[in-house]
């Protein structure tokens, strides 16, 4: 049972990586999000797990390093991003370890 439990998860987390992937967001390593506050910076995301932010499903509770802030981030398509937004983004990044 354990088995098919775990399978199934890591099934879940492959599959949604891959139609993120394929929908435009960057998951899977360093990735740009966007807090509530429209504030834009760059974290690492890695589907299935958190080291500095609570999961909620595809939405994660973290420190915005920008606002100084906790908030919901949620990735955003790099291509759906100005020039300047991309490298503001690219500017501002959270802390590597928690």
């Known amino acids: 049972m354990r088995r098919i439990v775990l399978g199934s998860a890591l099934a879940v987390n492959v599959i ?10 960057n998951v899977g390593g360093n990735t ?22 609570v999961r909620l499903g595809w939405w994660r509770i973290q420190r ?4 100084n802030h906790w908030s919901i981030v949620v990735p955003v398509k790099e291509s759906a991003l100005s020039r300047r937004a991309l490298r503001s983004a690219q500017a501002h990044r ?3 370890i928690p």
């Open 16 to 25: 949604g990586t891959i139609v993120a992937r394929r929908r435009g967001y």
């Open 32 to 53: 740009i999000v966007r807090c509530r506050q429209g504030h834009l910076f760059t974290t690492i995301w890695i589907p299935g797990a958190s080291l500095k932010s």
């Open 64 to 67: 915005c390093p920008v606002g």
């Open 94 to 96: 959270d802390v590597r």
